[in-house]
């Protein structure tokens, strides 16, 4: 039986690449919906090259656009995704104004396939997602599909640890790592491997990405903050590893390609031939280098297993600070050594405003209450930089 699919947010990277991998199944994956925010023009070109697929806009204000064929906002989105019983819903966004979306369908759907962390941590710091649906979600980004399909052959009671792999940037990948004071904006976006968007490669420098990642593992697979670790690999080889209480370890190795965990949530739990996909050949294999770090060492990710001791909104916090002190280092209003400085003194002050044993929000409040913490993170970059200068 073909399994029907959904795809939000089809106009970026992750869901150009979901129908990419779609389309060489088509025996299999029946693409039923594909749905973008203001692209409108690049969703039907894409559209005109697939069978009989539905367009769906999140941007209420294409109104005048208003065809019989085009569904316009959020709610048309859900009721056709829940009216046509899809099966396979892929959220390729990233926005955090996908999260009513993702909770309204959840419950009609077989698989959530996520590849937006700012979703799972909100929905996770929230307590938004009830139990038992988060065994429909899987996760489409290197490092969790890595430590989710690591997990089918491993019992949770015989794991030490989890290890994030992490390429390091231009400066943790580096032996010593180089003095930070100076570090201009100029020289983080320097990544040594990848070309990629500003906001991912300074946090790819700051190591930020993997404590965003960090977060996600905890929710996703319910670690505790004891049990993870991150690891510099410049290669990007090796996407995760779990080291069990005998001292073994095991890994998942593969090259970077994204394709990869998107068929995996796609296709799990089964593991089909991909002929796109190139394998590991272990005699061309380059080597393998690793840079133990110690959370102590880097307080970016310490602050982010700190954010997860005990139940409260610091993860949350920690995002979103996260958004706004990238902007203004690249703005040159904070340096690159104070950007971890920065996360801490608003993960501490919003905590101190708001409370997850009074947060009592309906899920289509929650953009209101992401609005209102956005903005007092706003007036923290004054007070942090008077206290710093």
């Not at 996360?343 to 905590?351: D, H, K, N, P, S």
């Amino acid at each position: 039986m073909m399994k029907s699919v959904a795809v939000i947010g089809c106009t970026g990277s992750i869901g150009s690449q979901t129908i990419d991998v779609i389309s060489r199944h088509k025996d299999i994956f029946d693409l039923q919906l594909i749905t973008c925010n203001k692209n409108l023009a690049k969703a039907k070109e894409m559209a005109s090259q697939l069978d009989h697929v539905q367009i769906g806009t999140h941007d209420n204000s294409q109104t005048s656009l208003f065809s019989q064929d085009l569904l316009i906002g959020d709610q048309a989105i859900i009721d056709w995704i829940i009216s046509k019983k899809i099966r396979i819903v892929v959220v390729a966004s990233s926005s955090i104004g996908t999260i009513s979306l993702v909770l309204s369908i959840l419950p009609y759907v077989e698989r959530l396939a996520l590849s937006s962390k700012e979703v799972i941590i909100l929905a996770g710091s929230l307590q938004l997602i009830h139990p038992e649906w988060k065994e429909k979600i899987v996760p489409v980004d290197s490092e969790h599909v890595a430590i989710h399909q690591l997990l089918q052959y491993t019992n949770q009671e015989h794991i030490y640890r989890v290890i994030l792999t992490a390429s390091g940037g231009p400066f943790y990948s580096q032996t010593p790592v180089p003095d930070l004071t100076n570090m201009t904006p100029a020289a983080a976006l320097k990544h040594p491997t990848w070309q990629m968007g500003k906001k991912v490669t300074i946090d790819s420098a700051t190591l930020a990405n993997k404590g965003i990642e960090l977060l996600e593992a905890h929710y996703l697979f319910g670690f505790s903050p004891e049990k993870l670790n991150v690891v510099i690999h410049p290669q990007s080889m090796i996407h995760a590893m779990i080291q069990l209480k005998n001292g073994s370890v095991i890994s998942q190795m593969a090259y970077p390609d994204m394709r990869l965990p998107i068929a995996y949530a796609l296709f799990y739990p089964e593991l089909p031939s991909l002929s796109y996909i190139k394998p590991i050949e272990m005699n061309a294999f380059p080597d393998c280098s690793f840079i133990q770090t110690q959370a102590t060492d880097i307080p970016i990710i310490s602050l982010a297993l700190e954010c997860l001791q005990g139940s409260t909104l610091k993860p949350l916090f920690y995002m979103i600070a996260d958004e706004l002190a990238v902007e203004a280092f690249l703005n040159h209003k904070i340096r690159f050594t104070e950007v971890a400085g920065f996360l801490r003194f608003c993960v501490i002050e919003l905590a101190k405003i708001f409370s997850i044993q009074n947060f009592q929000v309906h899920p289509a409040g929650v953009p209101n209450f992401i609005s209102d913490v956005m903005q007092n993170t706003q007036r923290m970059l004054i007070q942090f930089k008077k206290q710093v200068e």
